[in-house]
């Protein structure tokens, strides 16, 4: 079976010629930099809004883009605007108030010109909704000294006289991004408990270049964010100032990436988690960095499980990390610290009532543990606190000052409204029925390299790969779908790409942000990402994803909903795609907040109903890289993720789970495997999906990972014994390959070498799930 039909290579080979010519045709001049004067609004406020929810009951009326100013709010830092920005946020019949637990068809950005907004109750954020700030001149949320409210800004309200009831269910809190905001509470007095966020979200969630200001008198009692649970998730760019606080956070796992903590009491207060990886953390002026619960090794008592910090630089701040509870010989919380600058900080690791577990000062902790510790094929632990296997790092991961590599979400913040076009101006309807694939093809081919291409919201069906060229840069307005459908996506023996991002060979800067990718089933031959571009040289992270998922099923318009897909139903209609993301060998990639999900419930029909939905593959990579994964994939047949002769890759929080209906039917059905993409292999005793498969690959760095299995055919009386599955992380032939920081769920091994198990579970207990701090080879 060959991967590329004829009309792929013809349509490599037109990608090939866009950009051996260098410009899409229509282009008088490249892109270059942007050209917004500096009073100009950030270009998102001003570009020509004609967004629409292709499957909202009533389309032409129901408005995506909403401007705080268009709906009475002032921004002068005098007018009291909540009532305007709550109106902003909920007017147009959307999801939200405790009676809608999720919808897909009522998505909003809620927008905020730069300006100063007094605020003096909550805004209660909707599902499905992304607060933008002018990215040139970040506004702020001023709240007002008699605010009254549980917290600025709320992602999942508790219901008043509710009995502890809430908006949405935390676990299923998905799509919600707030970017470019600032949160001011200093004028709420000092003694006075209040807090910026309260973000209890899941995944597909992104926090975004935001900044709280608190007090910072002592005994102080303001919060810069508050997370009691859910199931992250990723934010980044974040700065907290002041307060008892930065952050308090308790969520099943979390990707935190580039915070910065000045001037808090205590800079991160830890709950409880599954996971959580810090990376890339700034720490100044703080009592403790990281005050974290620990000790709960119940399933009933759940602390902070596991808690890995990587590239961190802390200062003037008596104590880095402290556990509430000691680790006398055992696991009480798994810690991992790699690469961590302490300036002034005279105890790196201690427990509260004073012990120091690990001295600090001024210096540099390279590669540090605390949990238990596995190398090779033994699965004989050995319980650290000290030093531990440090990752070979491959450069090409590092920025210039060795810490892993990061790239923000591009805004195009200096960019004119001028420089971008809309993909609905040049006749693609987004309307969700249409055939766009000519008219999104024929934008790609005309203006790849001088225009950014905006998708204004919106469904766009395509029937056919579209091939974006290298040098395409790619906008979303509120998570716009691409959702292919179609006989050319029909044939598993013939799988094909729906987006196929850059050709074969290229190199350039390709950029997708604030885009979703799904099918219209069945569709069993869809690839829904082919990923074949690569940074040119000296550009770190030029191609890449930020905010952009895949969700396969279980919303209006894909045809795999309740009605046709209830769960325990193995209906071929239902087969969703054969592959989420595939990075070639040629390629690199940087993705930031990509959630790969084969829909478990719907999320469109009362929000809750259970839907067996069938995707063949999660992300396979057999790319040299480098490979940047801040990402997460879940319930995909065979495997979530899968590394082949792949090099050089940073992983970061790895999320997956298995199938619910899985053993029945046993992976890998309804698909079949298929060697020339190197399928793991099944057998009577490996009959269920993988979370993460390596193969013949070196330098891989996974730091942090989740892996859970919480159901055999959607019963959980699995749980109890930890026999849901039993193995579900395997490593073949492999070298330089280390594992920090990975839990499990309900599986007998956590970790296997050639598919016989190594790691055992019962060794591990953490809480509620299992624990081991490294594994190398
Ligand atoms: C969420 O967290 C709160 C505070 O820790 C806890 O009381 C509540 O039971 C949690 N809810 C769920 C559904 O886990
Ligand atoms: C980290 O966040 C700060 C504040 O948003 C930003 O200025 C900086 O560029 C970010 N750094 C990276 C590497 O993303
Ligand atoms: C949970 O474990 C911690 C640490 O051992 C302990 O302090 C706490 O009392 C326990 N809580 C419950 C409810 O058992
Ligand atoms: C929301 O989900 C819960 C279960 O998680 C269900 O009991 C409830 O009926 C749902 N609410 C709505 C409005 O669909
Ligand atoms: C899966 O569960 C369903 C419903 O409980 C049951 O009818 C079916 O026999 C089960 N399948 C297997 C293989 O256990």
């Known amino acids: 079976m060959s991967r590329y039909s004829k009309s792929l290579l013809l349509s490599a080979l037109l990608a090939f010629s866009t950009l051996v010519s260098g410009l899409g045709t229509s282009c008088s001049a490249p892109l270059g930099s942007g050209t917004a004067a500096p009073s100009d609004p950030y270009w998102l406020q001003t570009v020509k809004h004609q967004g629409t929810s292709a499957f909202n009951s009533d389309p032409s009326s129901y408005q995506v883009f909403r401007n705080v100013k268009d709906f009475g709010a002032k921004g002068d830092g005098i007018t009291d605007d909540t009532a305007a920005i709550n109106s902003a946020m909920s007017s147009g019949g959307r999801c939200g108030g405790g009676s809608c637990n999720s919808s897909t068809v009522t998505p909003a950005i809620v927008y905020f010109p730069a300006g100063t907004y007094l605020v003096s109750s909550a805004i209660d954020t909707y599902y499905y909704t992304q607060m933008i700030g002018d990215a040139k001149k970040p506004p702020t949320l001023l709240a007002s000294s008699s605010f009254n409210g549980f917290a600025v800004i709320d992602a999942d309200p508790y219901i008043p006289n509710g009995w502890g009831a809430q908006w949405f269910s935390n676990q299923d809190n998905f799509y919600r991004s707030i970017r470019n905001l600032i949160i001011d509470l200093r004028q709420i007095p000092a003694s006075t408990s209040a807090i910026g966020l309260h973000w209890q979200v899941s995944q597909a969630t992104s926090l975004i270049n935001i900044v709280v200001e608190m007090s910072t008198a002592s005994n102080n009692n303001h919060q810069g964010m508050f997370m009691e649970n859910g199931s992250g998730g990723f934010m980044g760019d974040i700065i907290f100032n002041g307060g008892k606080y930065g952050i308090q956070v308790g969520n099943q796992q979390f990707t935190v990436r580039n915070l910065t903590v000045n001037n808090a009491a205590t800079a991160v207060s830890g709950i409880w988690n599954w996971g959580f990886t810090f990376q890339g953390v700034t720490i100044n002026n703080c009592q403790v960095g990281f005050d974290l619960a620990t000790g709960g090794t119940t399933t009933s008592n759940q602390t902070v499980g596991s808690e890995a910090i990587i590239d961190a630089v802390v200062t003037n701040t008596p104590i880095f990390v402290r556990s509430s509870v000691a680790s006398n010989g055992q696991l009480a919380g798994s810690l991992v610290l790699n690469n961590i600058k302490l300036s002034n900080v005279p105890t790196a690791v201690g427990v509260a009532g004073g012990a120091t577990v690990l001295a600090g000062g001024t210096t540099t902790i390279a590669s540090w543990g605390q949990g238990n510790v596995y190398s090779g094929t033994s699965g004989s632990k050995n319980f650290v606190q000290g030093n531990i296997v440090s990752a070979n790092k491959p450069s090409v991961l590092l920025d210039s000052a060795g810490r892993i590599f990061g790239k923000a979400h591009p805004q195009y913040a200096s960019y004119a409204a001028s420089q971008f076009i809309s993909i609905k101006s040049q006749g693609a309807k987004?309307?969700?029925?249409?055939?766009?694939?000519?008219?999104?093809?024929?934008?790609?081919?005309?203006?790849?390299?001088?225009?950014?291409?905006?998708?204004?919201?919106?469904?766009?069906?395509?029937?056919?790969?579209?091939?974006?060229?290298?040098?395409?840069?790619?906008?979303?307005?509120?998570?716009?779908?691409?959702?292919?459908?179609?006989?050319?996506?029909?044939?598993?023996?013939?799988?094909?790409?729906?987006?196929?991002?850059?050709?074969?060979?290229?190199?350039?800067?390709?950029?997708?942000?604030?885009?979703?990718?799904?099918?219209?089933?069945?569709?069993?031959?869809?690839?829904?990402?082919?990923?074949?571009?690569?940074?040119?040289?000296?550009?770190?992270?030029?191609?890449?994803?930020?905010?952009?998922?895949?969700?396969?099923?279980?919303?209006?318009?894909?045809?795999?909903?309740?009605?046709?897909?209830?769960?325990?139903?193995?209906?071929?209609?239902?087969?969703?795609?054969?592959?989420?993301?595939?990075?070639?060998?040629?390629?690199?990639?940087?993705?930031?907040?990509?959630?790969?999900?084969?829909?478990?419930?719907?999320?469109?029909?009362?929000?809750?109903?259970?839907?067996?939905?069938?995707?063949?593959?999660?992300?396979?990579?057999?790319?040299?890289?480098?490979?940047?994964?801040?990402?997460?994939?879940?319930?995909?047949?065979?495997?979530?993720?899968?590394?082949?002769?792949?090099?050089?890759?940073?992983?970061?929080?790895?999320?997956?789970?298995?199938?619910?209906?899985?053993?029945?039917?046993?992976?890998?059905?309804?698909?079949?495997?298929?060697?020339?993409?190197?399928?793991?292999?099944?057998?009577?005793?490996?009959?269920?999906?993988?979370?993460?498969?390596?193969?013949?690959?070196?330098?891989?760095?996974?730091?942090g990972a989740g892996f859970y299995s919480f159901f055999q055919n959607y019963s959980q009386t699995c749980l109890t014994t930890n026999t849901c599955q039993a193995q579900i992380f395997n490593i073949d032939s492999a070298s330089n390959v280390i594992a920090y920081s990975v839990s499990t769920v309900a599986t007998t091994y956590q970790l296997s070498v050639s598919q016989n198990g190594v790691i055992r579970s019962s060794g591990n207990a953490d809480g509620f799930q299992e624990t081991f701090t490294a594994w190398s080879k």
Not at 595 to 616: K, N
């Open 430 to 703: 987004g309307d969700g029925h249409t055939d766009d694939t000519a008219a999104i093809q024929s934008v790609l081919n005309e203006y790849a390299g001088c225009k950014i291409i905006f998708f204004d919201a919106g469904t766009y069906h395509v029937t056919d790969t579209i091939t974006i060229p290298a040098g395409t840069q790619i906008v979303g307005e509120a998570w716009s779908v691409i959702m292919a459908g179609g006989s050319a996506f029909s044939d598993q023996k013939n799988p094909r790409a729906v987006i196929q991002a850059g050709a074969a060979s290229s190199q350039g800067v390709l950029e997708i942000s604030d885009m979703v990718f799904t099918t219209a089933g069945p569709a069993p031959g869809a690839i829904m990402i082919e990923w074949n571009v690569h940074d040119p040289s000296g550009q770190q992270a030029a191609a890449g994803m930020w905010d952009s998922h895949i969700r396969l099923g279980g919303a209006a318009g894909t045809n795999m909903q309740y009605s046709q897909c209830p769960s325990g139903s193995v209906n071929s209609a239902c087969q969703a795609a054969f592959l989420g993301i595939y990075l070639t060998s040629g390629s690199s990639a940087y993705l930031e907040g990509t959630w790969v999900w084969t829909a478990d419930h719907d999320l469109d029909t009362s929000g809750s109903s259970d839907i067996s939905i069938f995707t063949g593959r999660g992300i396979l990579s057999e790319s040299h890289g480098p490979v940047w994964l801040i990402g997460t994939s879940e319930h995909a047949a065979l495997y979530q993720y899968s590394l082949v002769n792949a090099q050089n890759h940073y992983i970061g929080f790895a999320q997956t789970e298995t199938p619910y209906y899985q053993p029945s039917p046993a992976a890998p059905a309804p698909y079949s495997t298929v060697s020339f993409y190197n399928d793991p292999t099944f057998s009577s005793s490996i009959n269920m999906a993988w979370g993460m498969y390596i193969q013949s690959s070196s330098n891989i760095i996974i730091f």
